[in-house]
């Protein structure tokens, strides 16, 4: 549609029209409100704050994954756990510092260790061959506080953390594989290794692994992780299925660590998912099928968007299927033709929802 517009409410129920373009569209008879927020990523008080001041309209959709239309979100398990120890200074090679991670929801890029009591070379010639047979990279150098080991793994959204190679479960196995002293760090490396080991994104050793046949199966992402001399904090990213309860996740990975001494806290936010059956979802495939000549389905994902708490709503597009756009990654991008074909499915789906 060419031209300035915009559109205005009718009175007594009447239509709204096209004000400064009379006859660009069509006349629409029920009212479509565009709200736009800027906290999606942080929790969504924005939306929360809206939602106190307006009622949810009766059906919701937002821009926020892959066309055709996720009806399904998995719900939140974030787990906290830490626990503390006397500084000690073992006769050997031990880890004084460990850092990994600096969002809850990404799995990060690299982490790092500090080590006391061994040289470089020493280090490089352990690390770097176990490093490679878990598909991750490391380096290593001196510092004023010893030798510094940082890992190389692959960076990506917590909601999704087959797609990475978590550096901080990479660089807990390969710590442990090394002839370190006994001493309160170096047993905290084994606990860590044997309940959240590289590549368990499921959380099978931790005792929580489940899925459903509508949300799929629980993930777990081990995304920070910190050692001091005094103790240790980690935190996981869970994005549990409908299956999902207190009992059988939350209960279950607090007991497994509590029996080793650590302090635990989190918290489960429940999962979104509206049935697909229903008349707006079921024009919403039709408007993506009308436009790209596609068949539409629906699906659910890991992913958290804006519509998580708002009831009957729906994530339906922007990004087209098999289009890599590295969400959440370098070099994160958006094909321009697939904005202006996401923008006519849109259009499409008011018009036979509200024309």
């Not at 559109?7 to 239509?15: A, E, S």
């Not at 090679?93 to 790092?112: D, E, I, K, R, S």
């Not at 020493?122 to 506080?145: D, F, H, I, K, N």
């Not at 596609?294 to 098999?322: I, L, N, W």
Request: hydrophobic share 35%.
């Amino acid at each position: 549609m060419a031209g300035a517009w915009r559109t205005i409410r009718g009175r007594g129920g009447g239509p709204v029209r096209h004000a400064l373009c009379p006859g660009a569209g069509p006349a629409l008879r029920g009212r479509v409100r565009l709200i736009l927020g800027t906290d999606e990523e942080c929790g969504s008080s924005d939306v929360a704050y809206y939602y106190r001041q307006q009622p949810p309209a009766p059906h919701t959709f937002t821009p926020d994954a892959d066309f055709p239309v996720c009806n399904g979100e998995k719900g939140f398990y974030r787990l906290r756990f830490k626990k503390s120890w006397e500084p000690q200074n073992p006769s050997g090679p031990y880890v004084t510092a460990l850092h990994g991670g600096f969002q809850m929801n990404a799995v990060p890029t690299q982490a790092w260790a500090e080590l006391s009591g061994i040289d470089p070379v020493s280090m490089m010639a352990g690390a770097a061959p176990l490093c490679a047979e878990l598909g991750a990279s490391c380096q290593v150098e001196e510092t004023e506080r010893g030798v510094r080991l940082t890992v190389t793994g692959r960076g990506c959204h917590a909601a999704s953390p087959e797609l990475g190679i978590n550096p901080n479960t990479a660089l807990v196995q390969v710590l442990t594989e090394l002839p370190l002293a006994d001493g309160p760090s170096t047993r905290v490396l084994h606990e860590l290794h044997r309940l959240l080991p590289h590549g368990d994104n499921g959380g099978r050793a931790l005792g929580v692994a489940q899925r459903d046949e509508k949300t799929g199966a629980l993930t777990c992402a081990f995304t920070i992780l910190d050692i001091s001399h005094t103790g240790v904090e980690g935190l996981c990213d869970c994005r549990v299925p409908l299956c999902a309860t207190a009992a059988n996740c939350k209960d279950v990975a607090d007991g497994r660590l509590a029996a080793l001494g650590y302090e635990t806290a989190g918290m489960m936010i429940p999962p979104h998912y509206t049935p697909a059956e229903g008349a707006f979802i079921q024009t919403l495939l039709a408007s993506y099928q009308a436009v790209t000549g596609q068949p539409g389905g629906c699906y659910s994902m890991g992913g958290g968007t804006y519509v998580h708490d708002v009831p009957g709503g729906v994530a339906f597009g922007y990004k087209m299927p098999g289009v890599e756009v590295n969400m959440h990654g370098a070099n994160e991008r958006f094909p321009v033709e697939d904005l202006l074909t996401a923008t006519k499915i849109f259009a499409h789906a008011i018009v036979g929802m509200c024309g």
